[in-house]
Nanobody, 124 residues
């Protein structure tokens, strides 16, 4: 069992940056692929980024490529999402998730554990 807790969300202006963190407990993180998903108001949850268990592979949805960076620290049992050049369309609840699906997972159904989410609001 893995417990995930996100933090770092907030209210920012377009063009600003935020760094989301996801702290894991219960099991060591290195066995899992980690991902970030988001759900905007009135929309379905969508994939944002994923990173393989040892960090050598990453995958991003097209809309965030070049702006967002996913990383992990397996010693600290944490995963991060650095978000730069934020846009109003990035406004959503962001969720951290863990998958026992290697080498990398981009489908929501491949993820086994989910955090409660952290809200990101980007104003024009």
């Amino acid at each position: 069992q893995v417990q995930l807790v996100e933090s770092g969300g907030g209210l920012v202006q377009a063009g600003d940056s935020l760094r989301l963190s996801c702290a894991a407990s219960g099991r060591i993180l290195i066995v899992y692929v980690m991902g970030w998903f988001r759900q905007a108001p009135g929309k379905e949850r969508e994939f944002v980024a994923a990173i393989s268990s040892n960090g050598d592979l990453t995958n991003y949805t097209d809309s965030v490529k070049g702006r967002f960076t996913i990383s992990r620290d397996n010693v600290k049992n944490k995963v991060y999402l650095q978000m730069n050049s934020l846009k109003p369309e990035d406004t959503a609840d962001y969720y951290c998730a863990a998958a026992n699906y290697h080498p990398i997972a981009i489908r929501e159904q491949d993820y086994d554990y989910w955090g409660q989410g952290t809200q990101v609001t980007v104003t024009p």
